[in-house]
């Protein structure tokens, strides 16, 4: 598949949400890992309870919702200025290592890039500017225009509209394999990048292709990957 473009989602696909864990533990030692992980986990939990309910709050209040349950959880003392350093790593969170080649190659082979993601229209400035992404993507395409959270129908249709072609034209990727899911039910072209060697989910939809690194996109993007 040569598609006419990309669909990027952000967190845990272009930028490591796991990142967060060094700092985590410098503040508390030896809950560093277990910490990023019930904070990823009660993070996606929140945007789709919120969406369920239709009970919408920004990622950037949800973000720091699931950092404070998750300080609880695991009965840390989670000072001010320790939540606005966690907060504030987050909001500058590292890119994977092949980004910037495999970006660079999709962008040369002239794709259009995008990204579609859950995150503020600041957060995914930051990140960007932060990672040195800058300058790949033409449309930075947050769910807060619609207040809806993926995979609501309402979040994957930003894709077809700022894109202008049909979501089947449009390679869709991402690490998380329920959005992954909601976007091949959506009607997009999928790649499913699973970075931690995850099991598929039992939904009764699959992806059209997996990779586990952002060259393996690339790769299948350029029809190099069969």
């Not at 606005?84 to 969170?93: F, I, V």
């Not at 995914?124 to 033409?138: K, M, R, V």
């Not at 329920?178 to 009607?187: E, H, L, P």
């Amino acid at each position: 598949m040569r598609p006419n473009a990309i669909a990027f989602d952000a967190y845990g696909t272009l930028f490591d949400v796991y990142s967060v864990s060094a700092l985590a533990e410098d503040l508390f030692a030896d809950k560093g890992a277990q910490l990023a992980v019930i904070w990823r986990d009660k993070q996606i939990e929140y945007t789709r309870l919120r969406t369920l309910c239709d009970q919408y709050a920004d990622f950037w209040q949800v973000t720091g919702d699931a950092l404070e349950y998750a300080c609880e959880a695991l009965g840390l003392d989670l000072t001010a200025a320790a939540r606005d350093r966690l907060m504030g790593q987050y909001a500058a969170l590292s890119a994977f290592p092949e980004n910037v080649d495999q970006l660079h190659r999709l962008k040369e082979a002239g794709i259009t890039l995008s990204i579609l993601s859950n995150g503020t229209p600041w957060m995914l400035d930051q990140a960007i500017t932060a990672s040195g992404l800058g300058g790949y993507f033409e449309h930075v395409l947050s769910v807060d225009a619609v207040k809806q959270f993926k995979t609501a129908p309402q979040a994957y249709q930003m894709g077809p509209d700022a894109l202008g072609c049909a979501a089947k034209d449009i390679l869709f990727v991402s690490s998380n394999c329920w959005d992954i899911c909601g976007a091949t039910w959506f009607g997009y072209h999928t790649i499913w990048l699973n970075r931690y060697g995850h099991p598929m989910e039992r939904l009764g939809v699959a992806p059209h292709h997996i990779g586990s690194s952002l060259k393996d996109v690339a790769d299948y993007a350029l029809g190099i990957t069969a």
